[in-house]
């Protein structure tokens, strides 16, 4: 009461706060009882997914050069040959780093982390002396390393170890994933890159290394079971060792053994290594279908895909066109969805060089528009490529190159691009039909936007684009072009030289334009460049580049029109002192435009020498006279030697 006479308005404040909590605490108990809370399910979440949901916010950065390159103006590659040896460079130096401790294990030997890494370890040398036994070749076996398997299992047998056969069949399986050869380490991406590019090279060519330990392994398991038939003919299947895989099957299946899916799927993709015609392929490949019926064995995405590898074979169009259709129908009923690479075979089936125009990339976008792939085939990283190509090549249709690039970029597609040689051969149709299809202005928005840290262009597509800035006459283009060219290491190029001043030669600026008051220096330096990279003194010039008459002919021109007649003499004096090794002459026009250039720099001499080399070369040399008698008020020297050049016939002004 006290407190209530005392602070009268906090004793009623409380009071009404009390009556008011206390109705929302049972108007509360109430709504609990009618609303039940429920607790989710636990997500189960990888150590990544965090990571994932930021990159997400953020997206590609085109402008941004790739993570793996230093973020330094000075070091970042900006062409294809300086991006694949920053690359390897970087591996090469891991590797050595590799092999010094490797070779120098002595001095490693302190601990670097608690509790020990193994990696950061040199690995353990195995010898005669060595104590091994089945646990050692398992590990070795689980860290995929083959050499020390090897190794560990030729000790054991020297020592009279025994060795059970469950160890046997994964040292069997380990040798023919890996074709009896030392495991490239996961973390050399690049190098893993670039070798799978030189297989592909040598792709339908035999890889299998007969007789090694992976046969023997076989040879030694007894009794004999499916899984080490079934290990032998995936790895005979898988480095095209195609005779000896389809025979072990043919046995395996004489011995009732029930081989999985994935053994067939094997023999299926190497079948047209083992029958001649189409019609025998085709009929080997419903044969192993019915054998995988037989034993009950539900056929999969390999196994469709791994059928349609073969029918893409097929060198009659027609019969390939109407058996993958028939192929595709079937899997289709049995439940089988089609993943890129499957499209990317049916591509190759259908859009051939030589065979008549199909649209049936036309279908495959209209079903897979907006949609979002991930991995499920090696042959998926095929599909953009392949589909690009048959945009610019056999379509030349540029809508549906744009509808196959924003397929790319939906979601995470681009994770399916493939490695940077696919990216770039993808990239290489896309601006070669740009550049046919599209004004320069607007194919100028996607140079801008990929060059040169997604894409460099190559030699070829670098013509295209010079084409393309030809045809539209946009000469105020070339001095960007003229240095990325040079960025690129482009200018030893022969043809793109001469392009370069054919464009410049066709389209001389109008110095009236306010946008154009820099170009005509520019065009000078560009015309100086060219001439600086053949002609240089000291050697440095590839052997197979070298001036036309043409060619030297342009420079000259371009370099009067420029202002610069100290340059352009020199130039002169070049031409004239090299005609016998320099191919072709330059043009009449381009000796004219010097001779006004001598007229307007009153070098009466230099005209004349000019006149004397267009006499010399056979060229029409009545109007150069004129000129040079019209432009100088010659001398008795100078007049005769006129004379001289031309005839006495030639009247004098």
């Keep these: 009461m006290y407190l209530a006479r005392r602070f009268p308005r906090l004793y009623t404040g409380t009071a009404q706060y ?78 050595a780093a590799r092999f010094i401790r490797e070779e120098h294990r002595d001095v490693f030997q302190h601990q670097e982390a608690q509790p020990p890494i193994a990696a950061f370890a040199p690995k353990p040398i195995y010898t005669e002396e060595s ?26 047998k020297q020592k009279g170890i025994e060795i059970p056969n469950e160890s046997k069949q994964q040292l069997l399986e380990l040798l023919c994933f890996y074709n009896n050869e030392e495991a490239l380490p996961e973390e050399f991406i690049e190098e893993r890159w670039f070798k799978a590019n030189a297989d592909a090279r040598e792709r339908n060519r035999k890889m299998w290394k007969d007789g090694e330990l992976a046969e023997q392994l076989f040879g030694e398991l007894e009794p004999k079971t499916p899984q080490s038939y079934a290990a032998l003919i995936r790895g005979m299947a898988k480095y095209y060792q195609a005779e000896r895989a389809y025979a072990l099957l043919q046995e395996a299946t004489k ?43 539900k056929p999969n995405l390999y196994t469709l895909n791994g059928t349609l590898g073969v029918v893409s074979t097929f060198g009659n169009f027609k019969f390939a066109r109407s058996s993958a259709l028939k192929i595709l129908a079937e899997f289709k009923q049995v439940g089988i969805e089609p993943s890129l690479g499957t499209y990317y075979y049916l591509l190759i089936i259908f859009c051939r060089d030589r065979a008549p125009v199909s649209h049936i990339i036309v279908d495959i976008l209209h079903q897979i528009k907006g949609r979002e792939f991930t991995i499920q085939h090696p042959r998926d990283t095929f599909f953009f490529a392949t589909a690009m190509d048959v945009c610019r090549n056999h379509l030349h249709d540029k809508s549906l190159a744009k509808k196959v690039d924003e397929l790319l970029h939906t979601g995470n597609n681009y994770d399916l691009i493939g490695d940077t040689y696919k990216e770039s051969v993808y990239y290489r149709h896309y601006f070669a039909l740009l550049c046919q299809t599209e004004p320069i202005d607007e194919f ?84 100086w460049d060219v001439y600086e990279k053949i002609a240089d003194p000291e050697g440095r010039r590839p052997k197979d580049l070298q001036f036309t008459g043409k060619m030297i002919g342009d420079i000259l021109a371009l370099l009067v029109r420029g202002g610069n007649f100290e340059k352009a003499s020199e130039v002169f004096v070049h031409i004239d002192k090299n005609q016998h090794r320099i191919p072709g002459t330059p043009s009449e026009k381009c000796l004219q435009e010097y001779i006004d250039g001598c007229i307007e720099n009153k070098a009466p001499s230099q005209a004349l020498v000019c006149l004397q080399y267009a006499v010399e070369n056979n060229m029409e040399t009545q109007v150069m006279a004129e000129r040079i008698d019209a432009g100088f008020t010659l001398d008795e020297v100078h007049s005769s030697k006129l004379k001289a050049l031309v005839g006495e016939h030639f009247k004098s002004k």
Aim: hydrophobic letters at 40%.
């Design 18 to 95: 009390l009556v008011s909590s206390s109705r929302r605490t049972n108007s509360s108990n109430l709504s609990a009882a009618e609303d039940r809370i429920e607790i989710p399910n636990r997500i189960q979440r990888s150590p990544t997914d965090i990571l994932n949901a930021l990159a997400s916010t953020v997206g590609r950065d085109p402008t941004a050069p790739h993570y793996k390159y230093h973020d330094d103006p000075y070091l970042i590659p900006v062409s294809n040959m300086g991006k694949r040896t920053f690359a390897l460079t970087q591996e090469a130096g891991r590797k």
């Design 131 to 156: 104590e091994v036994d089945v646990h050692t070749l398992q590990e070795l076996i689980r860290h995929s390393q083959i050499t020390d398997a090897i190794a560990v299992y030729n000790l054991m």
């Design 255 to 297: 011995k009732q053994f029930e081989l999985d899916t994935q053994t067939f799927n094997a023999v299926i993709s190497v079948s047209n290594f083992l029958k001649e015609t189409a019609d025998q392929r085709l009929e080997l490949c419903q044969e192993l279908l019915q054998q995988m019926a037989h034993q009950q064995l």
């Design 444 to 527: 100028m928005k996607t140079y801008d936007l990929l060059v040169p840290n997604v894409y460099i262009p190559e030699p070829g597509i670098m013509e295209e684009i010079l084409k393309a800035v030809e045809i539209d006459g946009a000469v105020e283009l070339m001095p960007r072009f003229w240095s990325d060219m040079v960025i690129f290491d482009h200018t030893n190029r022969e043809s793109l030289l001469t392009r370069t001043l054919q464009i410049l030669i066709d389209n001389p600026p109008i110095k009236e334009l306010p946008a154009h008051q820099s170009l005509p220096e520019q065009v000078v330096k560009i015309a």
